[in-house]
């Protein structure tokens, strides 16, 4: 199985839309489940345990942000042994296909009964608008689900009852892999991104066109070669064949931005019933820190005194008794011994780096709801970069730091958030996250905070010069003293019924 986000050499994003999960790799992510708890990768091996039995030799490819939960007979099975690629299809709303991909099925070998269909793709859509869509014949009707429009015709738009059929987990035959894998020794090292869902899917079908070879909206960093070798992978693979394993009974759950993440983490939502995600997870909460609504508190050690608002994440942290978390934030890798009140709507992320001979700390902190994906060419343009409500010039002119391009760590036109050297390094965890919301303070107040002593990093640079193995020493001390706690609870328990 090959997951399209580890860490290290990256296969798949950046994780930008999440980025406490950008150091390690979403497929890490920690799950509010489980004691102790499990992470993503866990979850998908358990979801996928009974693929590998009816299973050719191949590649299984899956993303590292998405859940997939599903129901079928007693008699139907998932088969991956079809030659070509092999895709398990999901219903989705119309607005969901908008940011993933979206199969144009055949209508002639899909009858839409039963939970389980196999069917062919006539053409594979990524991350497609709703006319096109609509125009490709990718649309059907819930109540007449799935009598599909033929490719080209147009269906009825605005209705409720749309659906379309949105990707997940793929499968790559043993012989189409080793085509693509002398393929890549034959380019030797690639100097551009390339997209397993968009790069390879998008060539398949007899609908295929060589058009979206040129189209690189949808990419992070595309580079001089891009188009070039997807139109060489559009040759290798045109007339490759796109199966399609339909799961009408299922649901396609996406976790990877901040929203989704506090949404499913935190509200009364579907998947965190069918999961039966809890609100404190492999934690040390005691009775007398304060929670108000629905919450989540992932393998975090919390004083008593603290106070964490409604809707908020928390994630491998210490808690000190004076600090209050507000509403709707996202809380990961801290260490906070100092009183504080962190506002609402507020992300916070500690990284462990090594720019030197030691460790060093930097802690990262923006809204949730800021747009760290979205970037300028121009120094002019910065206006329309937003932190926490505050264009990006204004919070530079209280940081006292200079506008420039020596501001940003990228080496092309790209500035924006994520490559802004704002976010200043320090010799103690705790002092990074105290620093950090320092900066965020001065902002939302109107204060001057001047940054202009300190060595400064951009989130993109912290992953540069990311130390993995304290940020997992830092887990591991917490994951010690929950164990020892439960164990001292379990013993006085006996001790106590004796």
């Known amino acids: 199985m090959v997951c399209a986000d580890p860490p290290g050499p990256r296969i798949g994003g950046y994780s930008q839309r999440l980025p406490n999960a950008s150091a390690l790799g979403k497929i890490f992510t920690a799950l509010p489940l489980g004691d102790p708890m499990l992470q993503m990768l866990e979850l998908k091996l358990a979801m996928y345990i009974d693929f590998p039995r009816h299973m050719k030799p191949g590649v299984l490819v899956t993303c590292s942000d998405d859940i997939e939960l599903y129901s079928t007979g007693a008699t139907e099975t998932i088969t991956f042994d079809k030659p070509g690629f092999t895709a398990l299809a999901h219903p989705s709303d119309v607005a969901v296909g908008t940011t993933h991909g979206v199969f144009v099925l055949d209508p002639s070998s899909f009858s839409g009964k039963g939970g389980l269909e196999y069917g062919s793709c006539y053409r594979f859509l990524h991350k497609p608008d709703v006319e096109t869509m609509q125009q490709s014949g990718a649309v059907c009707v819930r109540e007449r689900c799935p009598q599909l429009s033929c490719p080209g015709s147009r269906g009825d738009a605005g209705t409720a009852s749309e659906c379309v059929y ?156 004076e600090v209050s978390v507000g509403k709707g934030s996202i809380v990961s890798g801290c260490c906070i011994n100092f009183s504080v009140d962190i506002p609402s709507n507020c992300f916070l992320s500690s990284v462990s780096v090594r720019v030197a001979d030691g460790v060093e700390y930097v802690t990262m902190v923006f809204g949730v709801g800021d747009d760290l994906k979205r970037s300028v060419k121009s120094l002019s343009d910065l206006h329309s970069l937003q932190f926490f409500g505050a264009s990006l010039p204004e919070c530079l002119d209280r940081w006292s730091i200079e506008a420039s391009d020596q501001l940003f760590s990228s080496e092309d036109t790209c500035l924006g958030l994520w490559t802004a050297r704002i976010f200043p390094v320090c010799s103690t965890l705790s002092e990074s996250v105290r620093m950090s919301l320092n900066m965020l303070s001065s902002v939302q107040h109107k204060s001057a905070f001047k940054l202009s002593g300190f060595q400064l990093l951009s989130v993109e640079e912290m992953l540069t010069y990311k130390d993995v193995q304290d940020m997992l020493k830092f887990r591991k001390q917490i994951y010690d003293e929950i164990c020892l706690k439960t164990q001292k609870e379990k013993s006085d328990f006996r001790v106590n019924s004796t």
Not at 292 to 313: D, R
């Open 166 to 321: 949105t990707d997940s987990v793929f499968y790559i035959d043993h012989g189409t892999a080793k085509q693509l894998l002398g393929f890549y020794k034959q380019m030797g090292t690639l100097c551009c991104e390339i997209d397993a869902y968009g790069d390879f899917l998008q060539a398949l079908g007899p609908g295929a066109t060589p058009d979206y070879t040129k189209n690189t909206s949808n990419v992070s960093r595309g580079g001089s070669g891009l188009v070039g070798v997807r139109q060489q992978l559009f040759s290798l693979l045109q007339g490759t064949p796109l199966n399609v394993i339909v799961l009408n009974n299922s649901q396609f759950y996406h976790i990877g931005t901040t929203q989704e993440y506090l949404f499913h983490f935190t509200a009364e939502s579907k998947l965190r019933s069918e999961l039966a995600l809890q609100p404190v997870a492999f934690s040390i909460f005691p009775d007398t820190a304060k929670a108000a609504g629905q919450w989540s508190i992932i393998q975090s050690v919390l004083e008593p005194g603290c106070v964490i608002g409604p809707g908020s994440v928390l994630e491998y942290c210490r808690i000190g008794p």
